[in-house]
């Protein structure tokens, strides 16, 4: 059961452009979110985070809005270097009391392809 | 800073034959690490949660006796795939969380069996 859905397995923009990752989840117990960079053979790095208390979260090039009624949030790069073609994964916590802390829920993973 | 070590990296091993991997916590006492394996172009999956000084407990589907963890100490956490076949051959990485909602990510461990 999928519970953090990345329904993209690609996503291929030019150099300098938007790059625009998109994620839904289905448990509305879940109120952190996090958005890791990961490439092959190495543990997840991590990028950006947004509290569900919050609808946007900003870093540098990289934001993340989250649309808590739709149950969707986006990781935006912008301007997109070819340094940034790896797999993102967004993955969530959940605020449920019941669950053990620190267990994030992920999605698939959208390859991303930055040409010059 | 804090930071979660996992080794080894890369491990061939025969099939039929044990691999353990180890995953430590500096700087910090991990009481929970969570184990997750990757296979190719797939998500990562949460295997097992590890408890310090308790039993491991598995996701559903995970044979907790082919995949053993212990976690006798607060900062270390072992994997031991027994029996190793071709297809346990993938990606397994720890984690511990750090506080709050930092997660620690240990480097990944790839494991192959011929």
């Known amino acids: 059961d999928q519970q953090v859905k990345q329904n993209s397995p690609s996503l291929s923009v030019q150099e300098g452009r938007i790059s625009i990752l998109n994620c839904d989840y289905t448990?509305?117990?879940?109120?952190?979110f996090l958005w890791y960079k990961k490439y092959p053979a190495e543990g997840p790095t991590f990028l950006i985070s947004?509290?569900?208390?919050?609808d946007k979260n900003e870093d540098g090039r990289f934001t993340v809005f989250l649309n808590k009624s739709a149950k969707h949030l986006s990781l935006h790069i912008v301007p997109s270097q070819p340094g940034d073609s790896a797999v993102y994964f967004c993955?969530?916590?959940?605020?449920?009391?019941?669950?053990?802390?620190?267990?994030?829920?992920f999605g698939r993973g959208t390859q991303l392809t930055v040409w010059p | 800073g804090a930071v979660v070590s996992q080794h080894p990296s890369w491990v061939i091993c025969k099939s039929g034959t044990s691999v353990k991997i180890e995953c430590r916590s500096l700087?910090?006492?991990?009481?929970?690490m969570f184990w997750y394996r990757q296979f190719p172009k797939q998500s990562l999956m949460l295997m097992a949660t590890?408890?310090?000084?308790?039993?491991?407990?598995?996701e559903q589907g995970v044979e907790k006796d082919k995949f053993l963890i212990n976690h006798a100490s607060l900062t270390l956490s072992t994997l031991t795939v027994t029996s190793a076949h071709p297809e346990d051959s993938s990606f397994y990485i720890c984690?511990?969380?750090?506080?709050?909602?930092?997660?620690?990510f240990g480097e990944g461990s790839w494991l192959t069996v011929v």
């Open positions: 993955a969530a916590l959940t605020g449920d009391r019941g669950s053990t802390l620190g267990r994030l829920y």
């Open positions: 448990n509305s117990m879940f109120d952190y």
């Open positions: 984690s511990a969380p750090g506080g709050g909602n930092t997660i620690y």
């Open positions: 700087d910090f006492q991990a009481t929970t």
């Open positions: 947004i509290s569900s208390i919050k």
């Open positions: 590890s408890n310090e000084g308790s039993k491991a407990t598995y």
